[in-house]
């Protein structure tokens, strides 16, 4: 049973004492979820088997170590499991009875209501179902490819979760990627939160669908201790061309007569004096302590070598014409340099130019195709891993994994991504793939960076500084070839601006990035004619804002013209406006240009007029603002 | 060949006028994308022949008549081979050959780069891959259960996209319901953008796959003709007892020898020079004009006959208390008796309580599972056909069909969405859960409307006006029960809001939705114990805002309290501000109250405390405001 590779720190347990186990960890599930009046208890039991045999006979973790990057990995893809995984915790003895009893679910504890990484032992937040195995096929992909260490990554789903489409974007790439480190056990318990699943307990329909996708299915009967011990055996041998997928017939609420296979017992806690009679039924608390085998110690810290590389950034020339996803995809070659940097693409890669990177580091680029839930996820995994993932797809696909993104901000991952073809500008493709509402939903994910960058030089900085950036990062990228407008001495600082133009006189200040960057510079030079000064400041950080720089242009100018290839909603004009709203009474007059209706197809110049975001339109915005006020003057 | 139900407007085609039609629509692609510069020939040539065979002997479509409810649909998911979609138009003689040469992709034309509903035979907009075939689900549902009409919804896929999530959801839930009216002709052409795909030419494998998802496989050599026929012929004859897909072996780029099957010729148009010898490979141009059966008139009108019931609204005590998503239930029940009205849940009907609808209308609800993206599409479907569809689920789970709502909007379609459980006034279930985003993206989809009301009375009010409101709608919803603020005798208008606090002496504005509003309420309860006057507005509709209200506010009071549960980023805060930006300076202090640092787990009291946004720190927000401006008239 144990691994050669495997240190056996005590005797395996038999699987006698892991029915007991299973009893308990039903048992605390009950118990837990009970005290806090909130939790999924019979989610929790009718996985409780399939548990109990995995952590004392198959799982390799040192649970004193959870740093050790040999150690196995347990992701509870059915988050809402969470009593159990505690329970598990409380079994290998890394957390209290007392923790169990008196956190579970409340203020400030790591117990939270779904597992966060708040506790060292979880890689990912789960609880928006879908995510747990594509996050796993990204670990498996590190271990597989990067790490070339033994161990496995052990995914817990439930059988509800299979409706989504995101679990089928996992098992593909599963077995694309050849992934035998990947098991997936799937709690085939028949019910979901409001009544029977689509496939009940038809194993048959489900080992036909993961077996069409590559993956090798086990069915198993779930509460059968020797069966699942054989099946976890076989499942854990890596011994496959792909991933295994556990088919585990299970009852909800297994072990408790009055709650088993019954509807409605959906995430309640079972009330007190239920519990009481649970308990009875169950054979009482136990408090066994019982660990499993613990892998053979890596010798390696958590976090892969950087090597010792220089990374030398691309350099542009004055006035050149460059694409900042070009610019992009030089730099990720570059950075590429350091052995950490890994880089995947959603199929796009020569839009996006991640293949510049694929094409100097091919080993450490994965090709996620057209599935950017995935592409989001298995940057999550890598992040999981210690590595710095760079993922990229055009701008507006990245909504696709909006969740992930969400998600991967409550993971505490540090992933880095990047869109190309943002706005009108992309021209004659139209709408669907332009990204307007791109720059609203990175901005209002927990914790993120936002940076839009308008020529090459400044994209190169930036993208070297999305590397060393935690949390989830973004970058917008433009398609088209727009003049270089910094030397390759400039400093670029997330948060920071550049001024691009500024004079003691100036009467507005127009803020824009990216290609409305371009044009706000344009619409300067067209109102000096005028006799008027305007400020021009490159917005390039969008979150965090350099609101220093902000509100210095404010009091100066009284006047700012917003620019954006956005929709009006969220994005870089309510940057500006959040960013100055707790400043206090400003004398500012603001206009802000977006792309208000929706754009067709055209010329990159022909939208950007269409939309009113173009130099002229800017400059006709400025000189509104400077005559409202002169007329108020004069009136 | 032709069905009984049809009636034949010309002798139908022969296969030999078929391929001929064939080589038309493949001389048209190239000729449309090379005079534009831009599109997709290749990845239309490689599907020529099974849209020919399709359109001249299949396809049931009244050309003349686009909203005869008894016509096929016919949609292109894989919306970049638009050249191919236009070129059938020409063939059918709808558009002329004089509009596809000068008006493909070009500035306000109707022929956009990928398909929108700007033509009238378009259901859908496509370009984002993997939506037209779940789009279709919702079409295929609505015509077996709703319109009970022998249409067929024929749905040309890419094989690329057969990586997105979403075409398994798609096929699990056109198996689930048995929608033989479905046919999903994918065009195995065996190359992506940037490479080959994942499965090659291997329709071995995709057979299984699409079969272990419930649906019929057929195999077909996709350029010859004759098979095609009769591929197609079975696909459409909805004798089996679900969907069918037809994996078609085809060649990019079929035709012309120099691109056929070549990599690095996607979505690149030929050159003139080359485009000429492709022309004359291809036998040079045709102007076929060829047309194929017409369907049976159904003799109703397109929109379904919407009863003439009356809908008698739900009524609420003033101060019971009653969750809004109660309310939502409930008054989605009572719109129930509207016939047009249809629903949908994915698998959380008792929470977001759509299952007050489904109990007393279940005819009308379609359960969707853990499937959000499907979810949303169906509602596409089905608004399509003419429906009011509502969709419900978890606020939170909505960003993961963010990419859907994005194309729903470009679709004009007109959906309603309600997410429950939002922000951290969920309590215990913790971050993974909380919807702290969604505002954000809502507000940034084209043309949508945002509603968070506080209370049953205004959730009743403008859950029935949403039924009437055009493009993406959403109401937000909240967890628990909170007092009845308004009297059924209130009027609430989309674009509304409601002054609950006000007096000429008022210091400050406090302005909340949904939870957030209760606890101004409370604050402003608190801030008269000190003496101080506070307006506290409801702004129930976020999108459009009620400017004049919230202007007249600013002007009275001066200070702003903004309060939200919601990140700080796109939410109620910035609709105000963006909504303040365009007027002029104003004198007017904000303090900005949101959810800035990740949750967890807790009550809902300890939550909105630990958050900053309960009624004392209202209150305080409120008093510093005041402060401020004393201290500075004192300094």
């Known amino acids: 049973m144990v691994d050669v590779s495997v240190t056996p720190s005590r005797p395996t347990a038999g699987l006698d004492e892991v029915r007991e186990l299973a009893q308990q960890l039903r048992v605390d599930s009950i118990r837990c979820s009970t005290e806090a009046g909130s939790g999924h208890p019979t989610s929790s039991m009718s996985a409780a088997d399939l548990l109990a045999v995995l ?10 170590h959870p740093a050790e990057p040999a150690n196995d990995h347990l992701i509870f893809s059915k988050g809402h499991a969470s009593p159990l995984l505690y329970a598990v915790y409380k079994a290998v003895g890394v957390i209290s009875d007392e923790e169990l009893m008196t956190r579970y679910r409340r203020l400030h504890s790591r117990l939270e ?17 879908g995510q747990g195995l594509p996050d796993g096929v990204g670990i498996a992909l590190a271990g597989k490819y990067l790490d070339e260490l033994p161990f496995r990554v052990w995914v817990l789903c439930g059988d509800s979760e299979m409706a989504e489409g995101s679990m089928w974007e996992a098992l593909d790439k599963a077995s694309y990627y050849h992934l035998s480190n990947l098991v997936a056990i799937v709690d085939v318990n028949r019910l979901g939160q409001r009544g029977p699943t689509e496939l009940s307990w038809d194993l048959d329909a489900y080992a036909r669908r993961v077996g069409a996708f590559g993956a090798r299915p086990l069915p198993v009967d779930g509460h059968d201790v020797t069966a699942i011990d054989a099946a976890l055996g076989d499942a854990g041998s890596m011994t496959g061309d792909g991933p295994t997928v556990v088919l585990a017939r299970t009852r909800k609420g297994r072990g408790f007569s009055e709650v088993e296979d019954r509807e ?3 995430g309640k806690p079972l009330p007190p004096e239920m519990a009481e009679r649970a308990l009875i039924e169950l054979g009482g608390e136990r408090h066994l302590t019982l660990r499993g ?16 590389a220089q990374v030398a950034l691309p350099r542009y020339e004055l006035g050149a014409r460059v694409a900042t996803r070009k610019a992009y995809g030089q730099t990720l070659a570059a950075l590429g340099e350091r052995r950490d940097v890994v880089a995947m693409d959603g199929e796009v890669s020569n839009s996006t130019f991640a293949e510049d990177f694929a094409k100097v580091h091919p080993e450490r680029f994965f090709e996620m ?3 950017e839930q995935q592409l989001v996820a298995a940057a999550v995994g890598f992040s999981v891993r210690g590595y710095v993932p760079f993922a990229s797809t055009f701008a507006a696909f990245f909504t696709r994994a909006h969740d992930f993104l969400r998600m991967a901000a409550i993971s505490h991952a540090n992933i880095r991504l990047a869109g190309s073809h943002a706005g009108v500008e992309i021209g004659a493709d139209g709408p669907s793939q332009m990204a307007l509402e791109d720059l609203a939903m990175h901005r209002a994910v927990q ?21 060393d950036q935690d949390g989830v990062v973004y970058v917008r990228t433009t398609r088209g070839a727009y003049p270089v407008l910094y030397d390759s001495s400039e400093t670029f600082t997330i948060g920071g601006s550049k001024v691009l133009r500024a004079s003691a006189g100036d009467q507005v200040t127009l803020i824009g990035a990216g290609v409305t960057l371009h044009e706000c510079l344009a619409a300067a030079d067209a109102l000096r004619r005028d006799g008027i000064a305007a400020r021009v400041i490159d917005l390039y950080s969008i979150k965090p ?11 100066d100018t009284g006047r700012f013209v917003l620019v954006e290839d956005h929709h009006p909603e969220g994005g870089l004009a309510s940057a500006v406006l959040e960013g100055l709203a707790g ?9 802000t240009l977006a792309v208000r209706e929706l754009p067709g197809s055209g010329t990159t110049r022909e939208l950007l007029g269409a939309a009113g975001i173009a130099a002229p339109q800017i400059a006709d915005a400025a000189r509104s603002l400077i005559r409202a006020v002169t007329d108020e003057a004069a009136g």
């Open 55 to 64: 952590i004392a006979r198959h799982l390799r973790y040192d649970w004193e």
């Open 113 to 129: 209501g779904h597992p966060t990484p708040a506790l060292p032992w979880v890689d990912v937040a789960t609880g928006s179902l």
């Open 264 to 266: 409605d017992w959906h």
């Open 293 to 308: 085998p613990v892998p053979e110690p890596s010798g390696r810290p958590w976090r892969p070598d950087r090597g010792s």
């Open 369 to 371: 195709f057209i599935a």
């Open 447 to 467: 914790g993120s960076t936002v940076l839009y960058p308008s020529d090459a030089t400044s994209t190169a900085a930036l993208v070297q500084a999305m590397a």
């Open 545 to 555: 804002l350099d609101v220093q720089t902000v509100i210095a242009a404010a009091q």
């Open 583 to 591: 400043v206090g009474p400003l004398e500012l007059s603001v206009a």
